[in-house]
């Protein structure tokens, strides 16, 4: 991005606001801009790292086989193959589902290219698809996903840059609506609106925390909607995060006395958001019951890597689309996608440089989360004036040291909270699992991202405790 300062007060990145159009017809000349502007990292003022819109519910009807198979899939509400309730004719409705998956045909993706959210929409339902079709079927047979999923998908893939698996943008960040809708704004015909909806209204505003819900869950159950919404609750509470990480990043670059007093101020804030976003996290218990989680919804969201290591699933017809390469990045869907707690290790120079398995996941991670988050977390790790460095360079600045550490404390204490959830919701349910079937020591269990989890998360746990300042 030459003669862009990523510092520079008015146009600072994080300030820039979010080129993005509601879908529907767009006024003649005007294009979908979403992908355009090179500054644009798609995180808005209002709605961070979630859209500012509720994302886009149904692709228009030339892509309508898609949806209608996705459609059927949620009602007939199918089971996972060796699920605990599933009886022989829920088998035999999912291979009559499954048959007619086989018979689909390979719709062309060439007019979703013009359009971020109905690419991302696209992502959405076809991998919904692909995970009904393999888990529907026993997990020792090696799946084989038709081509008409596959070809369009690894297409749509292309674009986004994406796995073909489902992600945390899947189920999290575009698989949401408003409860309630809200009153549209006034001016909502107006160019500008059309090209800012939500800037350019007045009315407009981060949806209510209560006033969400999902678009698609595998189960039908509150419990599946619940585990999906505690993260995107924390990713529409994180946008103060990343305000104040705005605000601080701005005072560093003129890193006067005034801005010393300014940053420490906005450190201050950022503790009682963690602690909110922990408690948004803890809260999943009130909504997300552990053994339905373990054996009915988890289940669902694993990768390749999560399964026997001897199955790789199969991409039936990538060989007829020479541009399209054999995926390599199958991990199962995980908040560690999150980029909003990336951004805060980033931001606060949390280091897992001495954890190597965190480190290489973490990386790994990037690749599945939607491309212009990874460009800004990118961006974020280039930042020439770190706060780590300044605190420490100012470290007998009255309170900035404090306020800094207890950021740190506050998100080892989300972690802390995290590792309790990991036990509750994977170590617990997987030990009486074993009981039941008579299985005897502890193994480590897996994370859907293929991690031995409880070690996985007490290491980012220790990472953040030892990136404290003394
Ligand atoms: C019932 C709820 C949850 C469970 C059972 C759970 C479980 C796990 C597991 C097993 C891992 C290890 C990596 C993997 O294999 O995926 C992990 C990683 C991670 N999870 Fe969660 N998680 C839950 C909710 C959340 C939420 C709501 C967030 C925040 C949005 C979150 C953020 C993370 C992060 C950032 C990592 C990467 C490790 C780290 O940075 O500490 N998790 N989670």
């Known amino acids: 991005m030459p003669n862009f300062d990523p510092l520079s007060q008015s146009q600072h990145f994080l300030a820039l606001p979010r080129p993005d159009v509601t879908l529907g017809p767009l006024p003649r000349g005007l294009a979908d801009t979403t ?15 979630m859209p500012p819109e509720p994302p886009l519910a149904r692709l228009p009807s030339e892509w309508e086989t898609w949806e209608a198979i996705l459609d059927s899939a949620l009602t007939k509400r199918l089971k996972l193959h060796n699920g605990p309730t599933t009886s022989v004719s829920d088998r035999a409705d999912s291979a009559a589902w499954r048959r007619v998956v086989q018979k689909l045909p390979v719709l062309s993706t060439d007019d979703l290219k013009t359009s971020e ?77 059309l090209l800012f909806p939500l800037s350019a209204s007045s009315t407009a505003s981060t949806p209510a925390l209560d006033n969400l819900k999902c678009l698609a869950t595998f189960t039908g159950t509150r419990d599946e909607e619940e585990f999906y919404l505690a993260s ?158 300044l605190v420490e360079a100012n470290r007998d600045y009255p309170g900035l040291l404090n306020a800094f550490n207890a950021s740190i404390e506050t998100l080892k204490e989300f972690r802390e909270a995290h590792i309790r959830i990991v036990g509750v919701y994977i170590t617990g349910p997987a030990r009486r699992a074993r009981e039941r079937l008579g299985q005897t020591g502890e193994g480590a269990v897996k994370g859907t991202g293929g991690m031995s989890a409880m070690a996985f998360v007490k290491g980012t746990r220790d990472d953040t405790a030892a990136s404290k300042l003394s």
């Open 35 to 49: 992908t355009v502007a090179a500054h644009d990292f798609d995180v808005d003022n209002r709605t961070g790292f």
């Open 117 to 193: 959210v109905r690419l991302r929409r696209a992502h959405h339902v076809l991998v919904w698809v692909m995970h009904y079709y393999i888990y529907t079927q026993p997990e020792d047979i090696q799946p084989i996903i038709p081509r008409g999923i596959t070809i369009p998908l690894l297409r749509v893939c292309q674009q986004l840059l994406l796995p073909p698996i489902m992600t945390y943008s899947d189920n999290v960040l575009y698989n949401w609506a408003l409860l309630r809708p809200q009153t549209p704004p006034s001016d909502q015909g107006s160019f500008e609106a």
């Open 232 to 389: 995107a609750r924390i990713e529409f509470r994180g946008t103060e995060v990343l305000e104040i990480m705005r605000e601080t990043m701005d005072e560093a670059f003129v890193g006067d006395n005034t801005a010393l007093r300014r940053i420490t101020s906005y450190l201050q804030r950022l503790p009682t958001v963690i602690k909110d976003i922990t408690k948004l996290l803890t809260d999943v218990r009130h909504g997300c019951d552990p053994e339905l989680f373990y054996n009915q919804i988890r289940p669902w969201l694993k990768g390749q890597d999560s399964g026997p290591a001897s199955i790789k699933w199969v991409f039936e017809g990538i060989e007829e689309d020479p541009t399209l390469v054999q995926p390599t990045e199958l991990s199962g869907s995980s908040a560690g996608q999150s980029s909003l707690i990336s951004a805060l290790d980033i931001f606060l120079g949390v280091s897992h440089g001495d954890n190597p398995t965190a480190v290489q996941f973490l990386k790994r991670m990037r690749m599945y989360m939607p491309r212009h988050h990874r460009n800004f977390l990118r961006h974020l790790e280039n930042n020439p004036r770190p706060l780590k460095a």
